[in-house]
């Protein structure tokens, strides 16, 4: 693994986006215990990786990260704000109250969140798709991640409790 390729306008952008995310993290009141806030920071990273070493460089090879195919410690940095965004998803999600009738909306919602950051970094330099992938291919890929979280999210608040108790 490089340090980088070039030190330019890609890295630059990735050390603000880090930033931004994780400062509205930090804004946030804290809502869930420790270790739940933890599993949903790794997960949105394991989600994030997977899904690009998936479609991004793995099996498929649809899109390149930064200046160059090799991996470079900023596309780890870049693995690094899927964490701070499944956060935020959740906690909105728990703020929300999301149930069976508005959950679809929300997942809708943040799709196009998440398409619409990809647009973001494709524009910044970040990503630069490749062999006719498209923008739009991502809304499924989405779809599909953000509906996994939500119903993943359910399932560890159905087993364990999730929520720091009410301070008055």
Same mark, same amino acid.
């Given at each position: 693994?490089?340090?980088?390729?070039?030190?330019?306008?890609?890295?630059?952008?990735?050390?603000?986006?880090?930033?931004?995310?994780?400062?509205?993290?930090?804004?946030?009141? %804290?809502?869930?215990? %420790?270790?739940?806030?933890?599993?949903?920071?790794?997960?949105?990273?394991?989600?994030?990786?997977?899904?690009?070493?998936?479609?991004?460089?793995?099996?498929?090879?649809?899109?390149?990260?930064?200046?160059?195919?090799?991996?470079?410690?900023?596309?780890?940095?870049?693995?690094?704000?899927?964490?701070?965004?499944?956060?935020?998803?959740?906690?909105?999600?728990?703020?929300?109250?999301?149930?069976?009738?508005?959950?679809?909306?929300?997942?809708?919602?943040?799709?196009?969140?998440?398409?619409?950051?990809?647009?973001?970094?494709?524009?910044?330099?970040?990503?630069?798709?490749?062999?006719?992938?498209?923008?739009?291919?991502?809304?499924?890929?989405?779809?599909?991640?953000?509906?996994?979280?939500?119903?993943?999210?359910?399932?560890?608040?159905?087993?364990?409790?999730?929520?720091?108790?009410?301070?008055?």
């Amino acid at each position: 693994m490089n340090l980088w390729e070039n030190f330019d306008k890609n890295e630059i952008w990735i050390l603000v986006m880090l930033a931004v995310a994780y400062i509205i993290v930090f804004i946030l009141a %804290r809502k869930f215990y %420790r270790h739940i806030t933890a599993l949903f920071f790794l997960w949105g990273f394991t989600i994030g990786v997977l899904f690009d070493f998936t479609i991004g460089g793995g099996l498929m090879d649809y899109y390149v990260l930064n200046d160059t195919d090799k991996y470079e410690v900023f596309d780890f940095l870049y693995y690094l704000l899927f964490g701070p965004f499944s956060y935020i998803f959740i906690y909105l999600y728990d703020s929300f109250k999301i149930n069976k009738k508005t959950f679809i909306w929300y997942i809708a919602v943040w799709a196009l969140i998440g398409t619409g950051m990809q647009w973001v970094f494709t524009n910044m330099g970040i990503i630069q798709f490749k062999e006719g992938y498209e923008l739009f291919y991502s809304f499924p890929v989405f779809l599909m991640t953000q509906t996994i979280t939500g119903l993943y999210y359910e399932l560890v608040k159905s087993k364990t409790k999730v929520l720091l108790p009410k301070t008055k």
